[in-house]
């Protein structure tokens, strides 16, 4: 017996960031557009708790128990009352360490997959709780589509989208922590007054009429220059798809990902052959969003 639950990677169309709380968390308005690049999680009865992972980005993942797939699939066992003992393999497509929440997507489907091999019959609500846990981005992973995260970006509210969006990603050279960007964040506003961050009327609009140039106009990342300023070569590869024709260009969450939004798959073609040419990044890939949120594939 085992199950595979495929899990979307995620952009930030909004992210807006507050002031550094007494937790060290920064209450947000984070609008998440899941979008079509997956990482796939099988889990299989096992002596003991084990991680495996392949995919290009594989020598980057821990295989011990920080790894938030084993996270999730422990914070299931002792609810349950149960032993955590699982192979968990993870095929990895989504970058790592690149603001697209790869390790959140597998500990999503951690979770979806245990639940389903195990059989515990966890309400969704419940199965959000433990995802809010594991971390902020953890939610989002299991709903997919498009979502308004507050808080931390764990509390969600589900968002209309009337259409597809094209997007061509950049893949930097390396990655970026996402605590030492919120860091960055704090450090660059220091001595500033930092609005208490609010969703865009324009930005939700957009996406409820599926309008590309209006979502390209009200698109906005708050840690971006937060990401630059660690990582300033980023702003070559935003300027090279900008000058390839992308209606927006900006860094995906805590970056280093680029992200480029198109008209259709034929822009984005030419905008990912232009990024290729510009040797400002290590790979570019294609996906649409929205896309769904961690669902069993396989089970048997
Ligand atoms: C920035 C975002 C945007 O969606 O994603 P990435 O770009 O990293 O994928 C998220 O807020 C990342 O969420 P996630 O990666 O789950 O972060 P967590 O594990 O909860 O927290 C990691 C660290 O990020 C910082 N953090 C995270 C969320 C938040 N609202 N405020 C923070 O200050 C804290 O320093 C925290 O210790
Ligand atoms: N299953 C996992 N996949 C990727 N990274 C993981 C995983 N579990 C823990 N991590 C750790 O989380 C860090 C952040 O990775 P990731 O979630 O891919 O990036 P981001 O937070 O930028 O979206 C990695 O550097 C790695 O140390």
Known sequence: MSVTVRVPAKVNVQLAVGAARPDGFHDLANVFLAVGLYDEITVTPADELRVTCDGPDADQVPLDRTNLAARAAVALAERYGRSPDVHLHIAKDIPVAGGMAGGSADGA??????????????????????????????????????????????????????????????????????????????????????????????????????????????????????????????AGTLAAGRAAGALTALVSGSGPTTAFLVRDPESAAAVAQALLASETCRTVRMASGPAPGATVAAAG
């Open 109 to 234: 489907g951690a979770l979806v997959a245990c639940d389903a091999l195990w059989g515990t019959g966890a309400s969704r609500e419940e199965l959000l709780e433990i995802c809010a846990e594991l971390g902020s981005d953890v939610p989002f992973s299991l709903v997919g589509g498009a979502a308004l995260g507050i808080g931390r970006g764990e509390r969600l509210t589900p968002l209309e989208v009337g259409g597809t969006f094209h997007w061509v990603f950049a893949m930097a050279g390396r990655g970026l922590s996402t605590p030492a960007v919120f860091r960055e964040f704090d450090r660059l506003g220091e001595g500033t007054d930092i609005p208490e961050p609010v969703a865009s009327g324009e930005l939700l609009a957009a996406l409820a009429k599926g309008d590309p140039d209006a979502l390209a106009a009200a698109v906005s990342n708050d840690l971006q220059p937060a990401a630059l300023s660690l990582f300033p070569e980023l």
